[in-house]
């Protein structure tokens, strides 16, 4: 899987290939994430993680 961001909403997510467009806007500036985009991807997805084990996400949506 490769780590993709979008250069106008900048949304960050996982996908097999680089896609052609986001899939959250539908821009067609889509790259490939950088070192610290990638880290900063990881990063949240702990928070994220975290959260919806202490079942936090959930109460807060
Ligand atoms: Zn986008």
New binding site residues.
């Given amino acids: 899987m490769k780590i993709c961001i979008?250069e106008?909403?900048h949304?960050t997510f996982r996908y097999p290939i680089l896609p052609p467009s986001?899939p959250?806007?539908?821009?067609k500036k889509v790259r490939l994430a950088d070192k610290n985009e990638i880290k900063e991807f990881h990063r949240l997805q702990a928070i994220l993680a975290e959260e919806i084990r202490m079942g936090l996400y959930a109460a807060t949506g």
Avoid: L, R, V
């Fill in positions: 979008c106008s909403c949304y986001c959250d806007c539908g821009h």
